[in-house]
């Protein structure tokens, strides 16, 4: 064959461009055994501070009862006015403090993660006002004066409630801005709801003054029992999707990438808040902010990785939560001042300083 003529010898070169395959989406590396040592060491920490706040929680009330005292009524009963307060009263404000602190910062945790809102919280968002105007609704207009009756309405008012702030807020197209100001106005006209029903029903109102305040007294152990099972499991529920919610946190599309799937997991995480926040606020009445703040504290121990987070949280909100019950037990005595009021306090603090910390999403 002849060369091309003014070209002699030189041949066409031909360049083929070959394209790698695409690389599949990083997986987060393992963290190291040192990182995992400080976790579970804080873990060990929050497990004694929780037991030394029980301890205290106990102890300590409108009439102080010594350590031996204490041991002496929980394993040595004799019937004495010690042993009958003691066993009777603080022993089952207590263990519902820790039930109810544990659920509303699993709450708390689980909605901030799936929204990946840092301002979420079941009382910001509306769950707790929810709960809170369906029990009195049950009470006022319904003539409901049972447990029972409080728990299945609060638990439809929580779901309810929850549905509709993330439908306001935009749904898969929610920002943190949207979903605060949706919380805010379903919390504002949930809660002018309740105070009309308050002040329209009088006959009512003493029972539902001093549980929509938010309290641990006066509630005895049957009540406990009742709402056991709703919060094992929305416990359950929301520690088996603490791995996909680690997915999604990287974004859609790498979470669909890592085999998550993304309806189920939303669902059984709203499923899981309903229960524990809407549980806990049919035993306590709404108590606000735990859920807000435990989350944000612990995380500068355990990072965001969900499967330590979700435990952390379970841990240090019952030691706030009974913390701020003790608080509440010796600021002004005779009287006490209810948890709910309480935290409240602590927490409008807490999110005036992250909304000053952090730029949030804009609209």
């Keep these: 064959m002849r060369a091309p003529p003014g070209r002699p010898g030189r041949q066409r070169r031909v360049t083929t461009t070959v394209t790698a395959p695409r690389a599949a989406p990083p997986v987060p590396a393992a963290p190291p055994a040192g990182r995992r040592a400080v976790r579970a060491g804080g873990l060990l920490l929050g497990l004694a501070l929780l037991a030394a706040v029980v301890l205290a929680s106990i102890a300590v009330g409108a009439k102080a009862i010594p350590l031996g005292q204490v041991w002496h009524g929980l394993f040595e009963w004799t019937g004495t006015a010690d042993d009958r307060i003691v066993r009777e009263l603080r022993l089952p404000r207590t263990v ?19 929204t990946r809102n840092p301002l979420a919280d079941p009382g910001l968002l509306g769950v707790n006002a929810g709960a809170s105007a369906a029990v009195v609704t049950a009470i006022s207009v319904l003539g409901v004066t049972s447990f029972t009756g409080y728990l299945w309405f609060a638990l439809a008012g929580a779901g309810v409630a929850a549905v509709l702030v993330n439908a306001l807020g935009g749904s898969r197209a929610a920002t943190p801005v949207r979903l605060a100001l949706a919380g805010t106005a379903v919390n504002a006209a949930l809660f002018g709801y309740v105070n009309g029903l308050q002040l ?144 409240a306090f602590c927490g409008g603090l807490v999110f005036i300083h992250l909304v000053r910390r952090r730029k949030v999403a804009q609209l």
């Design 96 to 114: 519902l403090g820790v039930a109810a602190g544990a659920a509303l910062g699993l709450a708390g945790a689980v909605m901030q993660t799936l």
């Design 200 to 343: 329209t029903d009088l006959g009512a109102l003493e029972t539902m003054r001093h549980w929509s305040v938010g309290t641990l007294a006066g509630r005895r152990g049957d009540l406990l029992l009742a709402a056991l099972p709703f919060l094992l499991a929305g416990a359950v529920l929301a520690l088996a999707v603490a791995r996909p919610l680690n997915a999604m946190a990287l974004g859609e599309d790498t979470a669909r990438s890592l085999g998550a799937r993304l309806g189920r997991t939303r669902v059984l995480s709203i499923v899981a808040i309903t229960l524990l926040s809407g549980a806990a606020t049919a035993v306590c009445g709404p108590i606000g902010f735990v859920g807000l703040m435990i989350p944000h504290a612990v995380r500068a121990f355990c990072g965001p990785d969900t499967r330590w987070l979700f435990p952390y949280c379970a841990v240090f909100a019952p030691v706030l939560l009974l913390g701020s019950d003790i608080v509440g037990r010796v600021l002004a005595p005779p009287t006490e001042i209810e948890v709910g009021v309480v935290t």
